[in-house]
């Protein structure tokens, strides 16, 4: 029973994530995300459609190039329920490193319940990739970047395997895997969410993750399951960069813990970093050093020749 009463409340504490996503009263900051100027000669592909669904859709950045470059997907947050493929975030700073950028939109909670948008994820993944030869960028170097719930969708997409959430669209034979995933705070695991054990009773008020499961988590403790990244981390993963503030008030800093430290058991490249004074996002994210550090990961499994 406590354990139950401890799952249930985790379903509350995530209802924060959405309200974040958009909230007024978080500081402005000066420069945070500003969207950096593209590159001289850069394409942008507005509005590619890679599904059935109005969400279905996806903007593509490129660099001038004379070869195909690597990719990066960047999957916006928002709690699952809200924002858009608008909000780059930090992802635009990789156009002058030489990489394509392809910012997605996917079905939000409500539109679909889980797996809607990891099948969403993987399936813009599947249609970049059939597709980059046309836009030339590199099938076979394909990265994944994300923050909040689209950390979590990242995470999935890095953890999980091409026989994991059934293709639905028309490049089943193409792979949704990825060579490379950098995670800012998003939940990995819904069945443990930090050191939570209370029972009170607004536990069993709907929130942002119950809205995701299509249910309390108590009540669906098999599809929680199934969408935690930790539920699938092991030797086939691909390379982790994860960062994570000390002090965010919405995704505990175990979620990122409890991740790196079962890839790293699997023998998994993955490194967590801990922002010192760190909020669920925020301008100590945009140190110089976390920008070189993201850089120097998408360098080494992206562009060296030893890429997977």
Request: glycine content about 10%.
């Amino acid at each position: 029973m406590r354990y139950l009463k401890r799952l249930s409340f985790l379903a509350v504490l995530v209802v924060a994530l959405a309200a974040a996503a958009q909230d007024p009263a978080q500081p402005k900051v000066p420069g945070f995300f500003r969207r950096p100027p593209l590159p001289e000669g850069a394409s942008v592909h507005k509005d590619l459609v890679y599904g059935p669904h109005e969400r279905n859709n996806l903007d593509l950045y490129v660099p001038k190039s004379d070869k195909p470059l690597p990719l990066v997907v960047w999957v916006h947050g928002g709690g699952w329920e809200r924002g858009s493929k608008n909000n780059t975030g930090p992802s635009m700073d990789l156009l002058k490193e030489g990489y394509a950028v392809a910012s997605i939109n996917y079905r939000l909670s409500q539109h679909g319940v889980f797996p809607a948008q990891i099948e969403d994820c993987k399936s813009a993944v599947r249609w970049l990739r059939a597709n980059a030869g046309k836009y030339n960028f590199d099938a076979d170097h394909v990265g994944a970047w994300g923050m909040s719930a689209g950390g979590h969708l990242v995470a999935l997409l890095g953890t999980t395997d091409d026989a994991a959430f059934t293709p639905v669209d028309g490049n089943k034979k193409v792979s949704s895997k990825v060579q490379a995933v950098c995670d800012w705070f998003g939940p990995a695991d819904f069945l443990r969410w930090g050191s939570v054990t209370s029972s009170d009773p607004i536990a069993q008020s709907p929130s942002a993750l119950s809205r995701l499961l299509g249910g309390l988590v108590p009540n669906k403790m098999d599809l929680a399951r199934q969408a935690s990244p930790v539920t699938y981390a092991g030797k086939s993963s691909a390379p982790f960069l994860i960062f994570h503030g000390d002090r965010d008030f919405l995704v505990p800093l175990q979620q990122s813990e409890e991740l790196n430290d079962t890839l790293k058991k699997a023998g998994v490249d993955s490194t967590l970093h801990v922002v010192k004074g760190g909020s669920h996002g925020g301008p100590a994210f945009m140190a110089p050093e976390i920008k070189v550090a993201e850089f120097e990961f998408f360098g080494k499994y992206l562009k060296a020749k030893e890429a997977r």
